[in-house]
């Protein structure tokens, strides 16, 4: 019994799961925790604090983190030190220009910053990403040694002090959200901390950096870079396409934000088996190995479909339950947008690890001109609902109103405005599913030229997935 358990607590995917199932249940709970400490919109500042950090992170990080999991899987002691004294240089310099850009910003157009939505990005984003900087760093380089164990301590640190503070204040303390951003940036210099002690993110290595090794995380790089930007804009474009409407404005973003993170936490599973895959396929693909890319590409994209099918059907099926669990009252409307998002997830599977695989096989710009193609149909349409279709729908209701008695005014009016808020965000979710089919049909393209693989075979692919799980559990 001892040495099964052992076993399982060392299988690379069960602590890749682990690292985002534990994470993403504190901040499940977290999120919880916000919802109901901070009114429509504050929480919708919050969000968009949080989003645009992220999505910036993605630039920052997008340079170097591809090319450190794939040039390390293969890499000796020496290239190793030189690779991840790189990661360190370019890092901070990726930081620092993001930092001063926005300072700039911040300082040039104040009065727009402070009368929108983006005021907490704009006044924390610059200490907020050199305190998180050894913290990435160290994810990046861990997950190209398949250290997920360290990787899980750094995460639940980093997620559960800042959840335990939120659980705290929910109870006793009724803080304002400016104290809840400097909890939030204490807990990231707390994990940081964690991070550089063992060395786990490289820092004093950053001497090692040699021209070469930082040209060639930079070639790769480039086309990394705007992979995880267009990555992260799929989904964040949503939420700043949303937040900039003077419509929808921060109480859209947090209807939205509600089903959305419900369906951040479906993908739980889906994340950590791209990151296990990611390793395993770059370094079949440096040695040559084709077959070994197909046959994990085929059952990690073959499985993770099949074991999303029951998933969606549940989410469809207890849809309004699950959004009321998370948002509580005031957010049953948004039952339908994650109803959608069902939809959208039967397809996310096959896209992610289609982009893994491109990663993998060193075709860093397919996989950026994919992400292209989605990000620029996502942004259009997502404009094109969000703003078009509520001028139509507010003509609409003018002609009505026309027709009405004055008593009856004000009563169509807001009938009128939040129909058109829900349908307006039920429309961005079904862009979603758009987008998502458009990278699937480039991805399979751009795979197919170099690796000749047919969707026929997902289901021989996941099927083995699932028959090679149950014969490892039993023996």
Not at 121 to 142: C, G
Request: hydrophobic share 50%.
């Amino acid at each position: 019994m001892n040495n099964a358990f052992s076993k399982i607590l060392k299988n690379k995917n069960f602590l890749s799961l682990a690292n985002n199932g534990l994470v993403a249940v504190f901040g499940f709970f977290g999120f919880l925790l916000l919802v109901r400490s901070l009114n429509t919109n504050e929480f919708g500042e919050w969000v968009l604090l949080i989003t645009t950090a992220n999505f910036l992170d993605m630039l920052r990080f997008g340079i170097t983190r591809t090319a450190i999991v794939r040039f390390l899987s293969g890499a000796d002691k020496k290239e190793s030190k030189q690779l991840i004294g790189s990661n360190w240089v370019i890092n901070f310099f990726s930081t620092l220009i993001l930092a001063l850009i926005v300072l700039a910003v911040r300082h040039f157009f104040y009065n727009t910053v402070n009368s929108s939505g983006f005021v907490l990005f704009f006044k924390w984003f610059p200490l907020l990403a050199f305190i998180n900087l050894p913290f990435n760093n160290a994810q990046s380089v861990l997950q190209a040694k398949l250290r997920f164990d360290y990787m899980l301590i750094l995460r639940l640190i980093n997620v559960g002090v800042f959840m335990f503070f939120l659980l705290v204040n929910y109870f006793w303390l009724h803080v304002s959200l400016t104290t809840i951003v400097y909890a939030y940036l204490l807990t990231n210099i707390l994990t940081s901390v964690v991070a550089m002690i063992p060395n786990w993110d490289g820092l004093k290595y950053i001497t090692k950096a040699t021209r070469a090794a930082n040209k060639q995380i930079l070639n790769f790089g480039k086309y990394s870079t705007g992979t995880l930007i267009g990555s992260n804009l799929l989904k964040s474009a949503d939420t700043f396409i949303i937040g900039l409407s003077p419509f929808l404005g921060t109480a859209g973003v947090a209807l939205y934000s509600i089903p959305l993170k419900l369906t951040e936490i479906i993908e739980i599973p889906l994340r950590s088996f791209a990151m296990t895959a990611f390793p395993g396929m770059s370094k079949a693909s440096i040695e040559g190995n084709k077959d070994l890319v197909k046959h994990i590409f085929y059952t990690n994209a073959g499985g993770m479909t099949l074991l999303m099918i029951p998933i969606m059907l549940f989410c469809f099926i207890f849809a309004k339950e699950l959004v009321y669990i998370l948002g509580g009252t005031g957010y049953e409307s948004t039952t339908g947008i994650l109803r959608i998002f069902t939809i959208y997830g039967l397809f996310l599977p096959l896209d992610r690890f289609i982009g893994v695989a491109l990663d993998s096989v060193n075709m860093p710009r397919s996989n950026f001109l994919k992400v292209v193609y989605m990000a620029v149909a996502n942004v259009i349409g997502d404009t094109l609902v969000v703003f078009a279709f509520y001028y139509v729908a507010l003509s609409t209701s003018l002609l009505t109103l026309f027709s009405l008695p004055t008593h009856n005014l004000h009563m169509i009016a807001t009938v009128s405005h939040h129909f058109s808020v829900i349908t307006s965000l039920e429309g961005v979710a079904v862009v979603t599913i758009s987008f998502t089919l458009i990278g699937i049909f480039v991805g399979y393209h751009f795979l197919k030229q170099s690796f000749d693989i047919h969707l026929r075979k997902l289901l021989q692919g996941g099927i083995l997935f699932f028959s090679q799980s149950i014969f490892r559990k039993r023996s």
